[in-house]
């Protein structure tokens, strides 16, 4: 395979579980070369296959079986298949991410390849892990007794694209951001799903010609219902009005836990666009769930892509001609998909590095986007996006366009600095910090730690504009007595053990031109009590204030240990809703 | 007879990891009527216990003289029914209950044949009968998942960083399997069978003159589909997750019921061993494994606690003293009484005048709701000498249930702290810890009340 820059590997485009009329979506994704074992082992992920249910370990097996071949229907049933699936599709993910931030994304632990363990039990669950630096993929039994299904068999969830894209995202976003599975806000606890759902939803887009395969078939058949095949050039434009496109498989997560489990009514696919947002209510603490709050910020990146799609559609002809071109329709949503998938994923960089709400992610989103694609007139992406985002009770925070102000203070103190050193070394970021932390509103005595130094180059989609940035995340701990809290300005929760030792964190985003200047500050820094009433530090005290009373409300204020998100629960209580309702957590002791 | 009680005690019995108990009422100076509450135990004392449960139910047969009016069997689990089945059992039905009474999805009339629970399922809109079925089918199935648990703890690598795990599963596993034995037993004995939910009326005027008895839980499904907890989303959850703990196990384990490991699930692929595999293989493999038990865990914890949630809640008031007894229901099971059913603010106004209290799940972080229930109590006083203090009765053994390193420890030591400070605490922990207990006593009484 040497000599070859780009390997073309075949996968599966959707969900094999999901009846779709007999039809299995596959796709090829281009994957670029690199010196591979048999496992699949690559420099980023290595595929083990061990299943712990039978204690089996199924032996390696190499990527060279699926280049260059189409897919056959007997490799469902192969778990060699299912291994090299499961490969390319990290690494496709993988690649995506790399592609949109302009340079390589860390994994969040120290070790350089994410373990993918495809049939890991059987048990209807698949999570990322960040303590055994893995994902595992579950597998479980179809429903037997489901009319027309002649005899059981089983669900591999690695088969799964939604799923695999699901939660590789889960570790991209852990790499990019380790803060954000620390519990701060219910906008928070729900982001890491909100985010993975989007990514592999528009994933799906990115599968070549898949989208204008799938088009046709924009719902569930009804029982014994018996559908076209897609084929032919054309398409029918009543099957792509913005209410058809939202029922389309293309938009649906295929639930793993439901779907294939027989007995599934159209719809069960977990399609969060369909979300509507005159009852869907951040406030309504119902939706302090986080997958109830996961799927509203879905609900408003979705509508704001059928939207702008459908737009495109009707410059096609589509409110005119019965018929539009299949590949045309097809070519307008990849497109979109691709430049709103690179969106979201740009934005992670323009996030603070801890404490993320949802007004603080699409305000990244605008801010990136705006610095690479400054003219939205083609899409209308940025505009679109505000106006569904609004809809659902989702603002940028206000600044200009919605993006974030740009610093007061944007030359900082060089002296001493090392430029070179700057781009890679964190101790000589924190000297830089250092000799600028009253411009940048640090507290001198927290504790302060450089978590991460990453230079990146990122083009411009439709200028070909090379913007060099260095993004930098610093995050500041303190420790305190409750009893103390006030001498921050802030107050003890209510029945908390004054004597309880609280740890505040904060942190700073820092974006730095090619030149060292300073680009941004995009801060959830620890607040510096005694300011006026009305300025930017009190709004900063009133939020740290929410999320001390957020955390003991939700029981994680005494239980530090207990703190970490974990990906496992978390995609378990979304299909069952087992569990305490977050204010329901004040009852426990 | 009186019309009424002129006092009242509990006595706890001793029964390590689980719930016995006798709610004594006394109408003049020899006349009792008796109400024992459960009757089971998932470990027994290692001190201040009794022989065996044949002992606790002679030494019960004696304490109610020969006869129990009231036998509550508060809900299914192993660790208050277990005694029912074999000797203790037998001796506990010469007691001859006038009423066993039981919640709703004990009801032998809502057995489901083998096709009716899938069709159950199907059923476009269920009527309350056909919902309260599906939902006992559901608690069938829960005991297949635990049976498939136990076995699975069993065959699972019982290496040191499984083990805590493993002990786990192993006792929810335990804890909710079907107790057929002890389900039959109950079903045979005592005169009359109840099956009760929110809002029952009980008629036991004759049994329990002057006390009033309400049934303040379970709801039914119809009146609250959160008890299921998963009904928003899923109405077969638990039969999927059956399937989900795959077909292999099931298959293998029927073939070779105590021993071995399932077949692959993939006979004809190529297979190697952990010695001849990737180094990486050797530190993973007992990673996944642990995954593994920690997912059964969790599923098993959120069954017990679906279990837990079919617990009777009940109370006992005499006058204005109210008595208590919610065996282990917890959040979902209360938040119906105390927030969402009709009466709900007066149900709770009622509750704040508790007078003893039968601390719920022995002593767990959920079952005892802190704000709806516990500080709404007005009875609770930081000096233990204080007339009418609130009394709080705890059944429970440390170390059995949950852990200290997620505070999720059984009985959990804020609410033990906060019992203690405020509360006259009968804790069947602390006997035979050399605190000034009789030799041969394995069980606790509380002060009589009297009205």
Not at chain 1, 120 to 148: C, H, K, M, Q, W
Not at chain 1, 193 to 208: I, K, M, P, Q, R
Not at chain 2, 164 to 173: K, M, S, W
Not at chain 2, 391 to 409: L, Q
């Amino acid at each position: 395979m040497a000599g070859k820059k780009l390997l073309e590997v075949t996968v599966l485009a959707q969900d094999p579980h999901v009846d779709i009329d007999g039809y299995t979506a596959s796709a090829k994704v281009d994957l670029t070369w690199e010196s591979m074992g048999r496992g699949p082992v690559g420099h980023r992920v290595h595929v083990i296959d061990y299943d712990a249910t039978t204690s089996t370990l199924y032996g390696p097996t190499d990527l060279e079986a699926s280049i260059d071949r189409p897919f056959a229907a007997a490799d469902l049933a192969d778990p060699a298949f299912h291994a090299r699936n499961v490969f390319a599709l990290v690494m496709h993910t993988l690649g995506r991410f790399e592609a949109a931030l302009g340079r390589r994304v860390d994994w969040a632990f120290r070790a350089q390849q994410l373990k993918v363990v495809p049939h890991a039990f059987g048990v209807a669950n698949a999570f990322y892990s960040r303590e055994t630096e893995s994902i595992l993929f579950g597998y479980f039994s179809r429903d037997a007794s489901t009319p027309g299904k002649a005899k059981a068999s089983r669900v591999f969830t690695c088969l799964s694209h939604d799923v695999v894209v699901h939660e590789t995202t889960h570790a991209l976003l852990d790499g990019l951001r380790p803060g954000f599975m620390a519990p701060s806000s219910p906008d928070q606890a729900a982001f890491h799903e909100g985010f993975a759902d989007l990514v592999a939803l528009l994933s799906t887009f990115t599968l070549g010609d898949v989208v204008g395969r799938l088009l046709d078939l924009n719902r569930a058949p009804l029982p014994g219902e018996v559908r076209r095949p897609p084929s032919g050039p054309l398409i029918r434009s009543s099957d792509v009005t913005a209410a058809n496109l939202k029922n389309s498989v293309l938009l649906a997560v295929a639930d793993r836990f439901v779907a294939p489990l027989g007995g599934a009514a159209p719809g069960a696919l977990r399609r969060s666009v369909l979300i509507d947002w005159r009852s869907a209510n951040l406030d309504d603490p119902e939706n302090d769930e986080p997958h109830a709050r996961a799927e509203i910020l879905v609900a408003a990146v979705m509508n704001a892509f059928v939207e702008v799609w459908s737009t495109r559609l009707e410059g096609l002809g589509s409110r005119t001609l019965e018929e539009l071109p299949r590949e045309r329709v097809a070519e307008e949503g990849v497109e979109i998909a691709r430049q709103l998938l690179n969106m979201v994923i740009r934005a992670i960089d323009y996030t603070p590095p801890i404490h993320l709400t949802f007004s603080d992610f699409l305000t990244a989103v605008l801010t990136a986007d705006i610095e690479v694609r400054p003219d939205d007139s083609r899409y209308g992406l940025r505009a679109a996006l505000k106006t569904w985002c609004g809809r659902y009770g989702i603002r940028p925070v206000r600044g200009a366009g919605g993006c974030w102000s740009k610093p007061k203070q944007t030359e900082l103190v060089l002296d001493g600095t090392n430029f070179t050193e700057l781009r890679h070394d964190p101790a000589e970021m924190f000297r830089l910090i250092w000799n600028n932390r009253d411009d940048l509103n640090l507290n001198a005595s927290a504790y302060t730690h450089v978590s991460s130094i990453r230079p990146c180059v990122r083009v411009g989609p439709e200028d070909g504009q090379i913007v060099h940035e260095t993004v930098t995340e610093c995050l500041q701990y303190v420790s305190i007595r409750a009893a103390d809290l006030p001498s921050m300005g802030l107050r003890a929760p209510r029945g908390v053990d004054p004597e309880l030792i609280v740890a505040l964190q904060g942190g700073s985003t820092l974006i730095l031109d090619e030149y060292g200047r300073l680009k941004y500050e995009i801060s959830n820094r620890l607040p510096r009590p005694g300011a006026a009433e009305g300025t930017k530090e009190q709004v900063r005290v009133a939020r740290m204030q929410q999320r001390l009373d957020y955390l003991a409300r939700t029981g994680y204020l005494d239980r530090p240990h207990a703190a970490t998100m974990r990906i496992a629960d978390l995609h378990r209580r979304r299909w069952t809703a087992v569990g305490i309702r977050p204010d329901d957590r004040q009852e426990a002791w | 007879m009186a019309t009424r009680p002129i006092a009242a005690r509990v006595r706890a019995y001793n029964v390590g990891f689980g719930d016995c108990l006798l709610l004594t009422f006394r109408y003049g100076s020899s006349h009792d009527r008796n109400v024992l509450f459960d009757f089971g135990s998932t470990k027994m004392p290692l001190q201040g216990g009794p022989p065996s449960m044949l002992a606790v139910a002679e030494q019960i047969a004696k304490d109610c003289k020969g006869k129990i009016d009231v036998l509550v069997v508060s809900h299914r689990h192993a660790d208050h029914v277990s005694g029912f089945a074999g000797k203790p059992g037998e001796v506990i039905a010469t007691l001859n209950p006038s009423l066993v009474l039981q919640p709703w999805t004990e009801d032998p009339e809502l057995a489901t044949t083998a096709d009716e629970p899938a069709a159950l399922a199907r059923a476009a809109v269920p009527d309350e009968h056909a919902g309260k079925k599906g939902f006992a089918a559901e608690l069938d199935v829960m005991h297949d998942i635990a049976e498939q648990v136990l076995r699975a703890a069993a065959t699972a690598p019982q290496n040191h960083g499984m083990k805590p795990v493993l002990e786990q599963l192993a006792f929810l596993g335990e804890t909710n399997i079907k107790n057929h034995d002890a389900v039959v037993a109950l079903q045979e004995m005592g005169e009359d069978h109840q099956y009760a939910s929110f809002g029952t009326e009980l008629g036991l005027d004759r049994l329990l003159p002057g006390v009033r008895v309400d049934v303040l839980g379970p709801p039914t499904v119809k009146q609250a589909p959160e008890i299921r907890s998963y009904a928003t989303n899923d109405e077969n959850y638990w039969s999927k997750a059956l399937r989900g703990l795959s077909t292999s196990a099931l298959a293998a384990t029927s073939a070779t019921p105590s021993r071995g490991k399932p077949k692959p699930i993939f006979p004809d692929a190529s297979m190697t061993t952990v010695a001849d595999g990737p180094q990486e293989a050797r530190w993973l493999i007992p990673q996944v494994e642990r995954m593994q038990a920690e997912e059964m865990l969790a599923l098993v914890r959120d069954l017990d606690k679906v279990m837990n949630n079919t617990s009777l809640i009940l109370t006992f008031q005499v006058e204005k003293d109210i008595l208590l007894f919610p065996g282990d229901a917890q959040l979902e099971n209360w938040s119906y009484a105390l927030r969402d059913a009709p009466g709900a603010a007066a149900i709770s106004a009622r509750l704040a005048t508790t007078r003893l209290y039968k601390v719920g799940h022995h002593g767990s972080l959920n079952a005892t709701p802190k704000v709806l229930l516990w500080e709404r109590f007005t009875r609770k006083r930081a000096n233990p000498k204080q007339a009418g203090r609130l009394i709080s009765v705890m059944s429970t053994a440390p170390d059995k249930h949950g852990h200290v390193d997620d505070s999720t420890e059984v009985p959990r030591r804020t609410l033990l702290a906060e019992l203690d400070h405020s509360s006259n605490l009968v804790d069947t922990e602390t006997l035979g810890l050399g605190d000034g207990d009789e030799p041969g006593t394995f069980w606790r009484d509380t002060a009589w009340i009297t009205f």
